[in-house]
């Protein structure tokens, strides 16, 4: 099948409606991505190279400048794509970035912080089972009319499927804007909570953060690792390591694929770091994503 692969981005930049966009080319096998930041014009000026670049074995990636109103939603079934119009969240992009798994760009028609947009993502992908793990202000999607060259994808005839735009419109969501009032509560909720758990850390010992492995090694635990995890997480944190900090290192510091799917890992180093915090104050925390979680399912 042939594909227009200039007139493709077009309609994607287009529907995205942004002045300026950071286009990435990220190697298949290192990971590593060189990132620029081009106009809509200059992008496309550059789809030749582009198109090089994705046959050498590079994926091609795109996210509007920072700052923007656009949030990113990723690892959607189809399923998910119409719940988000069901729902009140229609996209003004839909990108099928391999084949039957979807991307989604939702226009809140206004710009953000860059926490409440990351509670705004969480939230959107919380509510339709999309990962949780991509919810946050900086992520980038595919661009379309490029192919999908992980190994997996490769067809019998040795070729890679292309990333298909779907939808392109600019729209704003019918829901953006109680979800934006929304998403700022809780934020607040979420301040008020870390500022409580620090308070209470505040009053232990500050020193050098200990190498988690540390942690795993020791006998106490049993070769436990959840539970040298969570001590490991309240140690990091009552020496004034941030949550995110705490988390990536839990999710690098070993393989975690038993756990399932890179969902499910994020999952459980969310829980790890918030079952210490909750330690920290005494007494339950109940997150402000669980409550927004639950009352959508309730709704379904």
């Given at each position: 099948?042939?594909?227009?692969?200039?007139?493709?981005?077009?309609?994607?930049?287009?529907?995205?409606g942004?002045?300026?966009?950071?286009?990435g080319?990220?190697?298949?096998?290192?990971?590593?991505?060189?990132?620029?930041?081009l106009?809509?014009?200059?992008?496309?000026?550059?789809?030749?190279?582009?198109?090089?670049?994705?046959?050498?074995?590079?994926?091609?990636?795109?996210?509007?400048?920072?700052?923007?109103?656009?949030?990113?939603?990723?690892?959607?079934?189809?399923?998910?794509?119409?719940?988000?119009?069901?729902?009140?969240?229609?996209?003004c992009?839909?990108?099928?970035?391999?084949?039957?798994?979807?991307?989604?760009?939702?226009?809140?028609?206004?710009?953000?912080g860059?926490?409440?947009?990351?509670?705004?993502?969480?939230?959107?992908?919380?509510?339709?089972?999309?990962d949780?793990?991509?919810?946050?202000?900086?992520?980038?999607?595919?661009?379309?009319?490029?192919?999908?060259?992980?190994p997996?994808?490769?067809?019998?005839?040795?070729?890679?499927?292309?990333?298909?735009?779907?939808?392109?419109?600019?729209?704003?969501?019918p829901?953006?804007?109680?979800?934006?009032r929304?998403?700022?509560?809780?934020?607040?909720?979420?301040?008020?909570?870390?500022?409580?758990?620090?308070?209470?850390?505040?009053?232990?010992?500050?020193?050098?953060?200990?190498?988690?492995?540390?942690?795993?090694?020791?006998?106490?635990?049993?070769?436990?690792?959840?539970?040298?995890?969570?001590?490991?997480?309240?140690?990091?944190?009552?020496?004034?390591?941030?949550?995110?900090?705490?988390?990536?290192?839990?999710?690098?510091?070993?393989?975690?694929?038993?756990?399932?799917?890179?969902?499910?890992?994020?999952?459980?180093?969310?829980?790890?770091?918030?079952r210490?915090?909750?330690?920290?104050?005494?007494?339950?925390?109940?997150?402000?994503?669980?409550?927004?979680?639950?009352?959508?399912?309730?709704?379904?």
């Open positions: 099948m042939r594909v227009d692969t200039k007139e493709v981005v077009r309609r994607q930049l287009r529907a995205l942004n002045d300026r966009f950071e286009l080319i990220q190697h298949r096998d290192t990971g590593a991505m060189d990132l620029g930041t106009s809509a014009e200059n992008v496309l000026a550059s789809v030749g190279f582009l198109k090089w670049k994705n046959q050498s074995g590079h994926f091609i990636r795109i996210r509007p400048k920072w700052p923007h109103p656009f949030v990113f939603i990723d690892d959607l079934r189809v399923e998910g794509v119409y719940a988000l119009d069901r729902r009140g969240f229609a996209p992009v839909v990108v099928e970035s391999s084949p039957e798994n979807f991307q989604a760009w939702l226009n809140l028609g206004r710009r953000v860059k926490e409440v947009m990351t509670v705004i993502a969480r939230q959107v992908a919380a509510t339709i089972d999309a949780q793990g991509a919810a946050n202000w900086r992520q980038a999607g595919a661009l379309a009319g490029f192919t999908n060259c992980k997996k994808h490769q067809r019998p005839d040795g070729l890679y499927p292309f990333a298909r735009l779907h939808m392109a419109r600019h729209q704003v969501f829901r953006a804007k109680s979800l934006v929304d998403a700022k509560r809780v934020r607040a909720a979420e301040q008020a909570a870390s500022e409580r758990a620090q308070a209470y850390y505040a009053g232990r010992d500050p020193g050098r953060v200990k190498d988690i492995s540390a942690f795993h090694e020791r006998a106490k635990y049993e070769g436990d690792l959840h539970r040298a995890d969570f001590a490991w997480a309240i140690h990091a944190l009552s020496r004034g390591w941030s949550e995110q900090r705490v988390k990536d290192t839990i999710l690098h510091a070993r393989d975690l694929r038993h756990k399932g799917s890179r969902r499910e890992q994020e999952k459980y180093a969310h829980r790890t770091v918030r210490a915090l909750q330690r920290g104050l005494g007494k339950t925390i109940e997150h402000p994503d669980d409550r927004f979680a639950g009352q959508q399912r309730l709704g379904r």
